[in-house]
Structure formats: structure tokens, C-alpha cells
């Protein structure tokens, strides 16, 4: 495990008011926080763990989340940066398929494609409340074709090379890379443990918590399915940190995310 790096690719921000990101709590008012992916460069491959939002897409659908971000926080441009084309990543596996973790999905039509066994078909038939979260189905012709979104697809985008490999239950990804099943949030959420030959394992918590202070408070965001199993999950996240020894990472934590290694520098 000792070569394992990982990296995370900075994917510009969002803007939602503060009784969405810590749902009944609140304070109100705005809060900017941003996206990114997680890289993987592992001995069984290059994997690339959620991969953003697309900017037109959120102008179009979502303005309201303010999205800023540059070329350099596209998934093409943060893979450039690292020396990387899309074609260089060997497998994508999505937490969940809410806009902000799939937009880039589009570029890697080449890699394995592995996601929660329920995640797609919730994705082809969301929940009322749930119709923003999923809008971005560029990721997948099924979903596309069966909401009749077909205009967000790709030239080049085909059932096949759209196709999901579902999986259930905690899964070792790759040796040191393990995904803990952690619904609520969505129906098939997962969050991530990297273990390293060198530094402490880091648990990266998705959005089974966006902050710190919504770890620490079990305050959970507006968005979910179930908010009793998100409140279990974030349980989890707490235990499985204290089990593994691990550093945790937030999601959508700005305070936080500015003291992480983004760019070219990387964990290892
Ligand atoms: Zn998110």
C-alpha cells in the first residue's frame, strides 16, 4: 500500500442557504462550499471516486447554487494538471449520483463503472424531492432515456458504455481501498477509507456529513431519502473513524477543505 497516492481534484463551488446544509438548524443564509473528486493511484489501477458537477449544467438547472468554477476544476482540466488524460483513468465509482458527484462522468466513457446496485434505477425514477439532487443524468443512457432527458447525453454515449457494475454491502474496492455502505443521504450512498503504507488511513465521509460541525451535531443535510438511516450512517462514520484510526475528510466543508492538498500535491 505504500504507493497508493491520493489526490483530490478541486472542482470549483456551490452555494446553498445554511437550513439546507444542516437541515432544522440552520443559521440561514448563504453558504458557499465547495466539490471535489478523490484520484486514487493505486497497484490495481487508477480510480477516480465521484467527479464533480458540470457548470452548464447546474446554470441551467440550478443556478441558484451559484456554481464558480474554472477549466482547471473541470474533471479534464484537473486530470491535465496532474499530467492525466480521462483515458488514463481505469475505473469511476460514484458515492451516489446527486449532480455534484457525476457531472464528469461523461468524459471517462473508457473506465469501469461501479456504483450502489440501487443508485441507477433511483436515478431513473427519483423520489418528488429528490428530482433536483438526481437532474444530472448525463452518466447514464438508461436514465437519460427513461426521464426523457436524453439532451443532457454526450455524442458518443451508449447503454453499453454507460453501464453500471451495481454492488451492496461494504465492498474492498482495492486492497487499502474500502467503500462503507452509508445510506440516508441517498439510497445507496457510500463513503470511502484510504489506507496508506505511511500516514494514518483517511475516512472520507461523502455526504453522510458535509461539515465537521454536521458530523459533531449529527445534523444532516436537507437532502436525503431517509433521514434515520442518515443519522445511523453518520454514527457509523463517527465509529468507523475511531475504529480505523483515521483522519476524516468532509465533503462540502470550505473552512476545512482550504487546509487539504488539492492541485499536485497528494497523500500518501
Ligand atoms: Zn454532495
Redesign the pocket.
Known amino acids: 500500500m505504500s504507493d497508493t497516492k491520493v489526490y483530490l481534484l478541486d472542482g470549483g463551488s456551490l452555494v446553498l442557504d445554511g437550513f439546507h446544509v444542516f437541515w432544522n438548524r440552520g443559521p440561514g443564509g448563504e453558504i458557499r462550499f465547495p466539490?471535489y473528486s478523490i484520484l486514487i493511484e493505486h497497484a490495481e489501477g487508477r480510480f477516480l471516486i465521484d467527479s464533480g458537477y458540470d457548470y452548464d449544467h447546474v446554470m441551467k438547472v440550478l443556478p441558484f447554487e451559484k456554481p464558480q468554477q474554472s477549466k482547471a476544476q473541470t474533471i479534464p482540466g484537473a486530470l491535465a494538471e496532474l499530467g492525466l488524460e480521462p483515458k488514463d483513468v481505469g475505473v469511476v465509482f460514484n458515492s451516489h449520483f446527486?449532480f455534484?458527484?457525476c457531472g464528469g462522468n461523461k468524459y471517462l466513457p473508457h473506465a469501469k463503472r461501479i456504483c450502489h446496485k440501487l443508485e441507477v434505477p433511483q436515478t431513473c425514477s427519483p423520489e418528488p424531492f429528490e428530482v433536483l439532487g438526481y437532474s444530472d443524468v448525463s452518466f447514464s443512457v438508461e436514465a437519460a432515456e427513461t426521464r426523457g432527458m436524453t439532451d443532457q447525453l454526450i455524442d458518443g454515449a451508449t447503454r453499453e458504455n454507460t453501464t453500471f457494475e451495481g454492488i451492496e454491502g461494504d465492498v474492498e474496492l482495492a486492497k487499502g481501498v474500502k467503500l462503507f455502505f452509508t445510506p440516508g443521504h441517498s439510497i445507496g450512498h457510500y463513503n470511502l477509507l484510504g489506507e496508506f503504507g505511511t500516514r494514518k488511513p483517511i475516512l472520507f465521509s461523502?455526504?453522510a456529513a458535509?461539515t465537521q460541525k454536521s458530523l459533531e451535531t449529527l445534523c444532516q443535510a436537507s437532502f436525503h431519502i431517509d433521514p434515520d438511516a442518515g443519522v445511523q450512517s453518520m454514527r457509523r462514520v463517527k465509529q468507523l473513524a475511531e475504529d480505523h484510526e483515521a483522519d476524516l475528510m468532509f465533503?462540502?466543508d470550505m473552512e476545512n477543505f482550504k487546509t487539504y492538498k488539492t492541485g499536485t500535491q497528494f497523500y500518501r
Open positions: 466539490v446527486h455534484d458527484h461523502i455526504d458535509y465533503s462540502h
